[in-house]
């Protein structure tokens, strides 16, 4: 494997919930009391020397975890797909945005939303932030606290430009009421896709940050925006983040860097922004063998450091996601990695200081089958990130099956017992929605379904008469998006 800053080891533990039935919970720790160092089983070691070695664990079961049972959150009807849901949480509500692209077999994605009160139930029925007429997909949320405000990012593929795709930013009021028109935060040309962003709730500032292929080669770029009343301003241009020198192997292209993550550190008002990046491709193909690589912002939003390697362990680095625990001055990363020679991937987490400097790496999930897609949140009330991951099996367990897992890390990367979040289910999971309520010390899941697997869209085929109930060369499954409450992991 290669190396990496700093070799670190987080403890190796797989320990699925249902193994906790019958074990007795850990007495609750008094709200602002960081846990102990031990009291999740695992932690970052002392520097292991050549490679990151797992060290022996003791079993130490922690809560059940799960809250309640999964609620139906966004019902489909037949033909309609809801996927990619997204959370954010209103702390002075006690309230969540929950964003979703929806798809009604009429060929146009749209984003839409809800509020949901702070046991995960409607508060506000569904609303329309992008509207079909182009493709508006891949929304992410944040909360706006000075303002008591959400805002959307999300991308807009103009139907003036095949190839192109714009970002844009849209404000939400707590009621769920549009506040003006959505702000264009970058229409260069060619394509600007998977915008991410982060509040600063200090110097109330917003950065986003988007994969950019203007320059003919996918780059980061990012754009910080203020506030105004209710008018946004821009307090920057759009500016490179994150690119790679000209590779003279593959005719001096540059490498794609790709799928930015990006969260806000208050303590040293610093902005920590990681992606794919292949500039260390090992093959021909110029796309394989991605690393992770980051940079910070400072609070007026401009690059403090050039760019730097979070993960260049062997195989694939992806999806990546990041999340910051004020109380820890701590930013935790989570991605999917190959980097064990096998044929499936294993969900991983790299620690990161206040300043964006790398402390380490460790394994969170190597259990059969595939780990990917992380998304992490952070709860500063309870000292505690979530991360939920999608785990699918290939030939081990039941091919095709696929479910939502969950894992809490403690402030000082502690490791809980990984733990079911949804049973096994046909494999249409994308991605998951997750957010931190500092109010109650909790977090919210959200993740997709399909309402029947075995029902596919059909209509008559003119063009074989033979044939008159061929399927349609495009159907939709009907989605839905169900909700679950889990407990801050202690």
């Not at 999971?429 to 993740?447: K, V």
Request: contains cysteine.
């Amino acid at each position: 494997m290669r190396s990496i800053h700093a070799r670190w080891s987080l403890a190796v533990a797989v320990v699925l919930a249902a193994g906790c039935a019958g074990q007795t919970a850990l007495a609750p720790i008094q709200s602002g009391t960081p846990p102990a160092a031990g009291l999740l089983h695992g932690r970052l070691a002392a520097p292991s020397g050549a490679q990151a070695v797992p060290y022996a664990l003791q079993a130490l079961y922690t809560s059940p975890h799960l809250l309640g049972a999964a609620f139906l959150d966004a019902t489909s009807a037949s033909c309609v797909t809801k996927t990619s849901p997204i959370l954010a949480y209103n702390s002075q509500d006690d309230t969540y945005l929950a964003v979703w692209n929806q798809n009604d077999g009429s060929g146009g994605d749209r984003v839409r939303a809800r509020i949901k009160d702070s046991q995960g139930q409607t508060q506000v029925p569904d609303f329309t932030i992008a509207a079909i007429g182009d493709v508006k997909t891949n929304g992410k949320a944040v909360y706006l606290p000075w303002l008591n405000q959400f805002a959307v990012a999300y991308q807009h593929n103009t139907s003036n430009d095949a190839f192109g795709t714009d970002i844009y930013v849209q404000r939400i009021s707590d009621s769920g009421a549009l506040i003006g028109a959505a702000i264009p935060v970058s229409t260069a040309r060619e394509m600007q896709r998977y915008p991410d962003l982060a509040v600063d709730p200090i110097n109330h500032r917003l950065e986003v940050v988007w994969q950019d292929r203007r320059s003919g080669d996918y780059d980061i770029y990012g754009r910080l925006l203020g506030f105004n009343g209710n008018q946004t301003v821009f307090l920057t241009n759009e500016l490179l983040l994150g690119n790679s020198p000209p590779d003279p192997d593959h005719g001096y292209r540059t490498a794609d860097q790709t799928a930015p993550t990006i969260a806000f550190g208050t303590q040293q008002q610093t902005y920590v922004v990681v992606w794919e990046d292949a500039r260390s491709a090992d093959n021909d193909a110029i796309d394989a063998g991605e690393d992770l690589y980051a940079t910070t912002l400072g609070a007026t939003g401009m690059p403090v450091t050039s760019n730097f390697v979070v993960s260049n362990l062997a195989g694939d680095q992806k999806d990546p996601s990041i999340a910051y625990l004020a109380a820890s001055d701590k930013f935790l990363v989570a991605f999917t990695s190959a980097n064990n020679g096998d044929t499936d991937t294993d969900l991983l987490a790299a620690g990161l200081d206040g300043d964006g400097t790398v402390l380490g790496w460790g394994v969170l999930d190597d259990n059969l089958g595939n780990q990917h897609r992380p998304n992490v949140a952070a709860n500063d009330a309870s000292l505690t990130w979530l991360v939920g991951f999608l785990e699918d099996f290939n030939n081990q367990e039941a091919e095709g099956d696929s479910r939502v897992l969950g894992r809490h890390v403690g402030w000082a990367f502690q490791l809980g017992d990984v733990f079911n979040v949804s049973p096994l289910q046909p494999d249409f999971l994308d991605s998951i929605g997750i957010a931190a309520n500092t109010d109650d010390q909790e977090f919210l899941m959200d993740y997709t379904q399909p309402t029947n697997p075995e029902t596919e869209c059909t209509a008559p085929d003119a063009v074989v008469p033979d044939l008159p109930n061929a399927s349609c060369t495009t159907f939709y499954f009907g989605v839905n998006v169900y909700g679950q409450r889990v407990d801050r992991g202690y």
